[in-house]
DNA sequence: AGCCGGTTATGACGGCGGTCATAGTAGCGG
DNA sequence: CCGCTACTATGACCGCCGTCATAACCGGCT
């Protein structure tokens, strides 16, 4: 993997939001994250002297970042871009985790919000903001294929909300079933609402 | 609250599908949920002798009834039911739990998902049979609606998706926005599935 | 060489978690 | 009164977790 490459604090980070998309925060501990990142454990305290608090928040940024990336990378390998057929390359990346790695991990700044949007303020504002890095990319490709301006915010948050919704309901099942079907029943509202010109 | 007249394993099996879906699995301990049941602590090994887990377990299956309990309530108190209509209804219990109470909290069945999907087999299919036990009377009503059979179910999938991610965005930005944004932009393509005849 | 900031290494500590063991109580049929 | 079952009570055990303290490394600079 090219996480290898990067340094040890970027690797924490990233190594963190894997262990929390799969186990939750409160089952991810400290030492199972460096172990993970092949990180010596001394440089978490160095690296993150705000603790897990600090590491969690940071991996649900990485997280949020990240997603906005994918988004951006679906857009420029589409040829016609749809609003159907961006929903569809965002739940594709989790339909193919299912069937490369067998099984179905969740979304880190899920598991962080529900894990932690009671206990910690900081976490909680985190997790908002990853939301709204994820969600505004969305938004400025679905007016940028013809959405209204006033309703593009609006589908992208229902993207999103379907999207994690689906995936939970997915791992319960230990099938991607509940996936492909939001992406079929979504998929025409979503291209139904392109301004016809 | 109507609870305290149940027995105390009933008490203690609501009180931990509160704090779950308020802290976490993780973050629920046993402890916590003998003393919010105001129930003996030495009970919870009697009642509960597969351990955390069990209690975990029925918890999640309670919060599946409850869920399919309020479609049917709901269904029974509209005078002409729409999809959208149900849907609202759906997620208006949790908006008027933020009026009301000022902050949400989760769905236990979700945080279970979340936190025990990877690592306890049990609570995940516990978790899927809740979702099916919530979809289930979702499905019948939208086909005594009008809709058609082969998609009264995936729809009942995406309504709880939408409802189940947005429940996790709003949370996270301390708003209900994100639920009603769902409602809003949801409603019409559901109404739009009732069999025009 | 000597120093030094940025790192890594390691062990200890306090707390809390789930679970077990054991004893206690209450009710009740005999 | 006995014995039995259902339930309650309490404390102890062990392990893990996050955090801290302390010391060692190590490259580069003077």
Redesign the interface.
């Given at each position: 993997m090219a996480g290898s490459r990067r340094g040890p604090r970027e690797r924490m980070v990233f190594s963190a939001a894997q262990l929390i998309r799969?186990?939750?925060?409160?089952?991810t501990g400290m030492r199972d994250v460096a172990a993970h990142a092949e990180a010596p454990r001394g440089s978490l305290q160095h690296y993150f002297p705000g603790g897990k608090e600090q590491l969690v928040n940071e991996a649900v940024a990485w997280a949020g970042r990240y997603a906005a990336r994918r988004v951006a990378r679906f857009l420029a390998g589409m040829a016609e871009p749809t609003p159907s057929g961006l929903f569809a390359a965002m739940v594709r990346q989790w339909t193919e985790e299912y069937e490369t790695a067998g099984?179905?991990?969740?979304c880190p700044?899920?598991?962080a919000?529900?894990?932690?949007?009671?206990?910690a303020a900081s976490t909680?504002q985190a997790?908002?903001t990853?939301?709204a890095t994820w969600a505004r990319p969305v938004a400025e490709a679905l007016t940028g294929m013809g959405v209204p301006a006033d309703?593009a915010g609006?589908?992208a948050?229902?993207m999103?909300?379907?999207?994690?919704?689906?995936l939970?309901?997915a791992?319960?099942?230990?099938d991607p079933r509940?996936l492909t079907?939001?992406v079929?029943?979504?998929g025409?509202?979503l291209d139904a609402a392109v301004r016809k010109d």
């Open positions: 799969r186990d939750g925060v409160g089952a099984h179905l991990s969740g700044v899920a598991a919000t529900v894990d932690c949007a009671s206990s909680r997790a908002a990853a939301f309703r609006s589908l948050t229902l999103i909300s379907a999207l994690e919704g689906a939970i309901i791992r319960a099942e230990a509940a079907t939001v079929r029943e979504l025409p509202l």
